[in-house]
């Protein structure tokens, strides 16, 4: 089983930027489809975006859309999720999952198979 680490989180002031990072180590996962997902304490975990195996389709929730941008690079093992203007409703901590031996990506977290711990990220107003 692979283990993923998010890493890149942090404080940062309304309308500013981060980027998150989601490595990959184990068995590769160049050929599986990525998402990001978030969690607050008063609401389910929820998707971010998504990629699939090739990361040349990519889909986003309505709240992040031209705001956020996921990226995967298969030759590294890694997905990013670039944050731009953020707002402090993006609060949340942040997670990377797999969905190993498919082909298409979900939105649906209940389809993904690994998933990192998580990153806090805190957008402050």
């Known amino acids: 089983q692979a283990e993923l680490v998010e890493s890149g989180g942090g404080l940062v002031q309304s309308g500013g930027s981060l980027k998150l990072t989601c490595t990959a180590s184990?068995?590769?996962?160049?050929?599986?489809?990525m998402g990001w997902f978030r969690r607050t304490p008063d609401k389910d975990r929820e998707v971010v975006a998504v990629?699939?195996?090739?990361?040349?389709?990519?889909w986003y929730a309505d709240s992040v859309r031209g705001r956020f941008t996921i990226l995967k690079d298969n030759d590294q093992n890694m997905v990013y999720l670039q944050m731009n203007s953020l707002k402090p409703a993006d609060t949340a901590v942040y997670y990377c999952?797999?969905?190993?031996?498919?082909?298409?990506?979900?939105?649906?977290?209940?389809?993904?198979?690994?998933w990192g711990p998580g990153t806090q990220v805190t957008v402050s107003s």
């Open positions: 999952a797999a969905r190993r031996d498919e082909v298409y990506a979900s939105a649906r977290d209940i389809d993904y198979t690994d």
């Open positions: 184990g068995p590769t996962l160049g050929r599986s489809p």
């Open positions: 990629t699939n195996w090739r990361g040349d389709t990519t």
